[in-house]
């Protein structure tokens, strides 16, 4: 069995669980040790069985917790080296494991594939966390969605999936111009609509759960979200991430 939850997800911080019995990984920390370490244990989620901290990619919102949580913890921090040397000096983690993209990341009982994706960062990739047979793929900050993503996409029976604004909330909202144009573009984030595209057409049969995740608090809603969604409602079981609680634990067979 595996448990996947979203500790914190949004523009404020990311930070994603997957565990099984024994071992478990986060994807990103983006809020302090503090948050992160208090709601797991609100979903009673024991750090005892967290083996590394994979990073996404340098913004802060991704790993502002990564140095502290890994001294507290004890565990591998696995980012790449461009990452590593992108991010602010007082993020990066004081004993970091390096990885490429393209390598194959055995931790505990779990196999892990980077996935290099679009975004405006020095190296970033996404993640599909793969545990007999089953796959989750963490898939935020994506300014548009290339092979890479649908690819890995298709093998998941779980995923974070990015629906980060709505088209109308950005272009009509307070944001300036250079940050709209920013959001919207192929390095920036996916909207309610790239979102359900993704989803439309490469969601597999197997898929038991997607959970949306990045939600802008100006340019989106819940609602928003949710009825963008609502055609693909019959397919997927479809659930929200959040910014400032731990999502619902989904259990996947």
């Known amino acids: 069995m595996l448990e996947i939850c979203a500790i914190a997800s949004g523009s404020n911080g990311n930070c994603y669980y997957i565990g099984n019995n024994t ?25 005892g069985k967290l083996k590394a901290l994979f990073i996404t990619h340098e913004h802060g919102d991704h790993m502002r917790g990564a140095r502290v949580l890994a001294k507290r913890l004890q565990i591998p921090v696995y980012i790449t080296a461009k990452t590593f040397n992108s ?13 490429k993209p393209d390598e194959v990341i055995e931790v505990g009982e779990f196999t892990v594939y980077p996935v290099l994706k679009n975004h405006d960062a020095a190296e970033p990739c996404s993640f599909r966390v793969s545990y007999h047979n089953t796959n989750i793929g963490v898939f935020t900050d994506i300014g548009e969605v290339c092979d890479n993503v649908k690819t890995n996409f298709r093998e998941c029976d779980g995923v974070f999936l990015e629906s980060n604004y709505d088209e109308k909330m950005l272009w009509e909202g307070n944001y300036p ?16 609509d790239q979102a359900f595209q993704l989803l439309n057409e490469n969601g597999s049969e197997k898929l038991q759960c997607v959970f949306l995740s990045h939600l802008s608090r100006d340019n989106n809603s819940p609602e928003k979200a949710f009825e963008t969604m609502e055609p693909l409602s019959e ?19």
């Not at 991010?87 to 990885?99: D, I």
């Not at 479809?238 to 996947?252: D, H, P, Q, T």
């Open 87 to 99: 991010a602010y000096k007082n993020l990066r983690p004081h004993y970091p494991t390096f990885f």
């Open 177 to 192: 111009w250079p940050l709209k144009k920013r959001v919207a573009s192929d390095l920036g984030h996916l909207s309610n």
């Open 235 to 253: 397919r997927f079981n479809i659930k929200l991430a959040y910014r400032y609680e731990a999502s619902e634990i989904f259990r996947l067979q």
């Open 23 to 47: 071992d478990a990984i986060l994807i990103d920390a983006g809020i302090s040790t503090k948050q992160i370490l208090l709601r797991m244990a609100e979903r009673r989620l024991d750090p």
